[in-house]
């Protein structure tokens, strides 16, 4: 092998190995900010973690902000692009031609079809508990990820919400867009929490399922009124 071979072998799997530490790192970063916090999570217990050097966090990322600034960007990311086809599809309802308690069955429908999805991604726990987490220590990159995230599926379903109910109530579409996400993938994010004898992923379907069925029907009692009314004068 020639020595320009041998050099270019050496540089690559110096690159493989670097990425692979990036990696970890990122990695272990999602999952000791999610359980401690920011102020409460050290480099030293990141590279502990991650079983590297103290010192690629700040050659790989410059250091405890950067390293918690690659963990927002991936989970931003990943959550963006589960939730994506979620808020196409609304938006797709909310334009079509359906109306009425058959809208809101099918709201029901995407909603639990996103569960599943939800938490059947990998580590999806700790990315939102993540989010999650770093609120609550005021940390302002982390409040507007964590919109970012979640408004435009939100937004979504109050436009659907409204579309159903002939805007009746505006106001309260938005607060029952906002519980209804907030209570299915909160439920979802936090039983670990109180169950952490079970992974999130034993939770099977049906549990997802139940819950979603009682959220929906709570949903459609908040506007019951409206329902009876209209099918009153339909007769």
Do not use: W
Request: proline share 3%.
């Amino acid at each position: 092998m020639k020595k320009n071979q041998k050099t270019n072998k050496t540089t690559d799997q110096r690159k493989l190995k670097g990425e692979a530490t990036r990696e970890k790192l990122v990695i272990e970063a999602i999952r000791l900010f999610g359980q401690n916090g920011y102020k409460a999570t050290n480099t030293r217990a990141l590279a502990e973690a991650a079983k590297c050097n103290l010192g690629l966090i700040t050659f790989h990322f410059g250091g405890k902000q950067g390293l918690y600034e690659a963990a927002i960007k991936r989970v931003k990311d990943r959550l963006i692009e589960l939730l994506t086809p979620s808020v196409n599809k609304l938006e797709s309802l909310a334009n079509g031609d359906i109306e009425g308690k058959e809208l809101f069955q099918l709201l029901a429908n995407e909603i639990n079809a996103l569960a599943i999805k939800f938490i059947g991604l990998e580590q999806i726990a700790g990315h939102s508990l993540f989010l999650l987490q770093n609120i609550y220590e005021k940390n302002s990159h982390n409040i507007s990820g964590y919109r970012d995230v979640f408004s435009p599926l939100i937004a979504s379903i109050e436009v659907i919400i409204n579309k159903a109910t002939n805007n009746i109530n505006p106001s309260r579409a938005r607060l029952s867009a906002f519980m209804l996400i907030n209570t299915t993938l909160g439920f979802l994010r936090d039983y670990p929490i109180f169950f952490p004898e079970n992974e999130t992923s034993n939770i099977k379907q049906p549990s997802i399922d139940n819950l979603v069925e009682l959220l929906s029907h709570h949903l459609m009692a908040e506007y019951k009124n409206y329902f009876q009314f209209k099918m009153d004068n339909l007769e």
